[in-house]
């Protein structure tokens, strides 16, 4: 079963930058369409991004779009979500999700593995 771990949350100013890390355990990661996810204090964990196995397909919320780009890389196992021009409300836990069966959604319930969060807070 694959395991994943997030890395790379912190504090940042409003308007900068940080790229959070999720790295998988496992020799099948390429075949897992990934995403991240995120769930502020009081709400609903909510969709940000989402990439295919081979990295050619990729899709946003519209919250985020032009500002994060997610990538990754199957040599090492590890998806990226790369945010830029951070504002306040971005503030959460990043969760990444791996979708075993390799479908692409911005859906929660197609998601079968789910790591363990990485706090991103963005001051004002």
């Known amino acids: 079963q694959v395991q994943l771990v997030e890395s790379g949350g912190g504090l940042v100013q409003a308007g900068g930058s940080l790229r959070v890390s999720c790295a998988a355990s496992g020799r099948t990661f390429s075949n897992y369409a990934m995403g991240w996810f995120r769930q502020a204090p009081g709400k609903e964990r909510e969709f940000v991004a989402t990439?295919?196995?081979?990295?050619?397909?990729?899709n946003y919320a519209d919250s985020v779009k032009g500002r994060f780009t997610i990538s990754r890389d199957n040599a090492k196992n590890t998806v990226y979500l790369q945010m830029n021009s951070l504002k306040p409300e971005d503030t959460a836990v990043y969760f990444c999700?791996?979708?075993?069966?390799?479908?692409?959604?911005?859906?929660?319930?197609?998601?079968?593995?789910w790591g363990q969060g990485t706090q991103v807070t963005v001051s004002s």
């Open positions: 999700a791996a979708e075993i069966t390799g479908g692409v959604s911005n859906q929660r319930y197609e998601y079968d593995v």
């Open positions: 990439i295919s196995g081979g990295g050619g397909l990729t």
